[in-house]
Structure formats: structure tokens, C-alpha cells
């Protein structure tokens, strides 16, 4: 079973950039879709982007696309979200989580979550 230690978090100013690592132990790093999610208070988790085992295909939320890029690397055990050009409405706990099978994109879809990390981008 995969443990996942996400990091990276912090308070940024509109337009500005963070970028979340997320490090995985116990598992095979490689065998896992990896995805990020969000939750800001009183709203539900949704999903930010998601990455394939050795990162050919990946899929963006819609209000992220063009800003937000996942990659990762499996020598490393380690995802990642290189977060640009941030707005408030990005303020959220992050989650990296992990799948035990093929790229999906609904948090429903994932096995294993980590404890997230708080980003909280001020205007």
C-alpha cells in the first residue's frame, strides 16, 4: 500500500506560482495513476489533473488548463503540480492521490490520498 506526504503548500499572491511535490512510499510508484485534487471550505473535493503511469497522458480541470501542469517522477517517487499566473479561487487544500489502475479523472476513482497541503492565494 502506497503512503503519500504531499508538500510545498503556502500563502502566494495573485499571479504568482507554487509548485506541490508529492512523495510516495510503500508502493510501486510506477503501477499508480497519480492525480491531484482540491477542497476549499464549505465545497466539495473536485479534481485538478491527473497523470498516467509514466506520464503520456494527463487530463486538466477546465479552470485550470493552460495554468496548472502535472508531471512526475517515477525515479524519484514523486508527483508534481507546477501551479502559474494563481487566482483566489485557487485557494484550497491540495491532494495528491493514487490509483490503483489506469488514468481517471473522478476522485472516486482513487485509492490512496495523502493529508494534503494548504494553498491559500491572496488578492
Known amino acids: 500500500q502506497v503512503q503519500l506526504v504531499e508538500s510545498g503548500g503556502g500563502l502566494v499572491q495573485a499571479g504568482g506560482s507554487l509548485r506541490l511535490s508529492c512523495a510516495a512510499s510503500?508502493?510501486?510508484?510506477?503501477?499508480?495513476?497519480m492525480g491531484w485534487f482540491r477542497q476549499a471550505p464549505a465545497k466539495e473535493r473536485e479534481s485538478v489533473a491527473a497523470?498516467?503511469?509514466?506520464?503520456?497522458?494527463?487530463i486538466y480541470a477546465d479552470s485550470v488548463k493552460g495554468r496548472f501542469t502535472i508531471s512526475r517522477d517515477n525515479t524519484k517517487n514523486t508527483l508534481y503540480l507546477q501551479m502559474n499566473s494563481l487566482k483566489p479561487e485557487d485557494t484550497a487544500v491540495y491532494y495528491c492521490?493514487?490509483?490503483?489502475?489506469?488514468?481517471?479523472?473522478?476522485?472516486?476513482?482513487?485509492?490512496?490520498w495523502g493529508r494534503g497541503t494548504q494553498v491559500t492565494v491572496s488578492s
Open positions: 492521490a493514487a490509483r490503483d489502475g489506469g488514468l481517471a479523472f473522478s476522485r472516486y476513482e482513487y485509492d490512496y
Open positions: 510503500g508502493g510501486t510508484f510506477s503501477s499508480y495513476a
Open positions: 497523470i498516467s503511469w509514466f506520464g503520456a497522458a494527463t
